[in-house]
């Protein structure tokens, strides 16, 4: 199997304090920051890496997973990242943050998979830093491909993706047809997430995503990591999303103690208004 | 002697000669092994983050196997060795900054590791022949064997050449029999390969020590005491070995016959680093629990880090954490640019490393107070974990008088040669040795730091005078002692503490003159504030250093701990 995972590297959610608004409210300052891969797509790679290997063998490896990303040189250590724990090659799609949006990279995503030609695009259910949501599903449409998004759990089939998603009060079972794509939450890293047909049913993964030892790390330099111009996969590079201003959240007011579950009630009825 | 100013930054410093090409601009990893470094942080903190329970490894004082066998899957046993012997390779800068990160989140692991690495098998390193290497190198790359080094015995611990374990040939040369005993030696309950140092010729007192360095498997016959038990670290075992009639084949000496103090000083020089690399990550982790814990206790109806007192403490433990990672990255880019002699910088780095780290711990310790105080939180154990930097891989004090004589050994011949040609005695020749210093400044033509960023020049010019100041003294202290240099240590003291200070602030300079360069001065805000504190603190104790050589209170000193001795305690009691 042939999976292409699309990788975003975002600012360190745990590092949210840094990110920095100019008074002019334009852009978010981006200087300092510390990045991360979106974890959502770091779940994404996990799922590909596991579709595509025997669970009880993960040195040897079964498929392919190429990783793309979008951004500047510097986003190349997110993709030299994944090669290190088992992507074989990555794509960087030369682009800058701030002039892409969810339609334009879906749309540079569709050139790249018809090039590509990928059994699986897995992707994450979003980016935790714009929490847009609309890639995958942009993609899909665009491939006019079978879609199944936020994916709990996958289990290959012939030709087919059985996957689960987490709905309200219970779990809804799709089975996609090949090529699809999936976009996957956070459960899908669990010990018996996902299996390929390869991995036994008894086998359990570790809880969360794999991390590279170091000798693959070093081994990772040597894999193949093209540059692509974002102009060759959309030579129309209009934005359909415009951000008209950013403002910081107001920082969180100071509480007060209460002395006991009445004068609570009374505050929430009176003051907050909320009861 | 041109050439030795020019192989070392800090000796020339004692010369009056700022040889600021060598530290500038300031070092940094290539692109590529940034980005590798970045990713290896990344595994090594999922990693510790995923199995390392600190307070539990502190508490059943092992590391479990579990975890070590995690850290050797990981590769984090074969860091510096070169990848033809199974290693990861990486560069002097790399491993420092992977240490820095294990130093910050677990002390034993750190000490275990760097015993291993640092000094277990460095002097396979530095010295081993390839037969050496291709024989033991890949085990320990992987951690399959675990290496120590093994120097201390109970009569011999600052004074490493006392030792007594001894090394006779037998088998007309072809091997060596040992017999002795070492102590405190890390890694000693479970090591596979020991670097042992033996004395090849009988001991005398006074006369030059033949030590020769080994490389002795457990299986040839060593066995080790149990786990000492200890105030810090207490996740490394630290025990006894005992070697008796241990026979080791001659192709296992490492180095040359008789050359092993050599060894043994060349793996610590190198060693000292990771030690100091340690100390930073550990000020990293302390200075994140301080901020945390001064943003959320109140007294007083305040956040306490609104108090004075409480952002003075803040400041200095960022400034000086600031010139101990400075300090330490400029270091380990000298070794990495293969200068000769880097034994001085090492040397800063570790005294300075593990008094930083003392007083960041210790300043923490005080903000977080009670809680501080209790097991419950992990003050009191990095307090514990940190305490015994000052003290292994030479004590701090041994290394001040390292510091101080080993500077001023070219300033000290320079001036023995000329008095010599003049057929002057070292005492008398008072004026011409400034001439000597004059010839020396000359030929390399340079005193001022002129690389520096301007917006850096009131501290540039206040470096520039105390490097001058510092030449002067050294001078004068030579000239007026002559030899007995070695025998003046409170004269060493101030030697070395003006040069340490001086190496430190020109480390922040480099480094800050980097980041102005890079991201212009508003971009650079935070370097050039903690540069200017740190000069201000390393200017008073410059200052009071250089009037300390003028008047003192050395002989008073000295006096009362004589007479300390013969009362043999506290002379006094009020009743
Ligand atoms: C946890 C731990 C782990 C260790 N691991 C190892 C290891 O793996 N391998 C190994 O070989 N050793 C190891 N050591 C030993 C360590 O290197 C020695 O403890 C250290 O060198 C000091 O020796 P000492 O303890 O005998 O002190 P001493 O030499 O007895 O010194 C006592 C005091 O006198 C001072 N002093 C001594 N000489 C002078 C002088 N000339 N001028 C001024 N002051 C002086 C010292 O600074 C110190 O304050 C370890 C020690 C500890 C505590």
Known sequence: ?????????????????????????????????????????????????????????????????????????????????????????????????????????????????????????????????????????????????????????????AGALLVGREVDGGVSTLR???????????????????YSTKTPSTHKYNDGVRFAALPAIMAAKKKPLVEVKLADLAPDQALKVSYHGFAAPPARKAGIKVKDVSELVSKLKNEAKVL | MPPLIEQSFTKALFHGVIAEDMIFPYPEMTSEERQSTSIILDSVRRFFAANVDSAKIDREQEIPKEVMDGLRSLGLFGLQIPTEYGGIGLSTAAYVRVMQEIGGMDASIAVTLGAHQSIGYKSLLLFGTPEQKRRYLPKLATGESVAAFALTEPSAGSDAAAIKTRAEVVDGGAAYVLNGSKIWITNGGFADVFTVFARTSALEEGSKPKITAFIVERGMGVTSGPNEHKLGIRGSSTTEIFLENVRVPRENVVGDVGKGFKVAMEVLNSGRLGLASGCVGVCKTLLRLAIARVEERRAFGRNIGDFGLIKDKIARMLAETYALESMTYLTAGLVDSK????????????????????????????????????????????????????????????????????????????????????????????????????????????????RVHPLLGREAVIFEEYVSELAVQAENVLRKHGRDIAEMQFTQLRIADMVMDLFAVAACLTRTTRAIERRGEDGARREIDLCSLYLNMAHKRLRQNVSDFARNDDELRKAIAGRAYIDGAYPFDVL
Do not use: H
Not at chain 1, 112 to 117: D, F, N, Q, Y
């Open chain 1, 1 to 157: 199997m042939k999976i292409l995972v699309a990788l975003k590297r975002v600012a360190d959610p745990d590092n949210a304090n840094k990110v920095k608004i100019p008074a002019s409210g334009e852009k978010i300052d981006t200087t300092g920051l510390e990045w991360k891969p979106n974890p959502f797509d770091e779940y994404a790679l996990e799922a590909a890496l596991r579709l595509t290997e025997n669970g009880t063998q993960p040195k040897v490896r079964a498929g392919e997973v190429v990783v793309v990303t979008f951004g500047p040189k510097e986003t190349e250590t997110t993709l030299r990242a994944a090669l290190a724990t088992g992507a074989d090659r990555a794509i960087r799609v030369d682009a800058s943050d701030d002039k892409l949006d969810g339609d334009l990279v879906a749309r540079a995503l569709k050139a790249l998979v018809e090039k590509e030609k990928p059994d699986v695009v897995l992707m994450g259910k979003q980016a935790v830093d714009g929490d847009s949501n609309q890639v995958g599903q942009i993609l899909a449409e665009l491939l006019d491909w079978p879609m199944a998004t936020f994916a709990a759990t996958i289990r290959e089939e």
């Open chain 2, 339 to 450: 200068i000769a002699d880097y034994s001085l910088e090492s040397a800063i780095c570790k005294v300075k490393g593990s008094e930083t780290l003392w007083s960041v711990v210790n300043e923490t310790l005080q903000i977080a107070a009670g809680i501080g105080y209790m097991q419950e939180y992990p003050y009191e154990r990095i307090l514990r974990d940190s305490r015994v930097n000052l003290i292994f891989e030479g004590t701090n004090e041994i290394l001040r008088c390292f510091i101080a004589l080993s500077g001023m050994a070219a300033p000290g011949k320079a001036l023995a040669e000329v008095a010599k040609a003049m057929r002057e005695p070292i005492k008398g020749f008072g004026l011409l040795s400034d001439f000597a210093l004059r010839k020396a400044r000359a030929a390399l033509g340079r005193e001022r730091m002129t």
């Open chain 1, 176 to 194: 996609v047809k090949l090529p699809a794509v999936v976009t996957v939450d956070l459960r899908i890293v669990a010990p018996t997430s996902v």
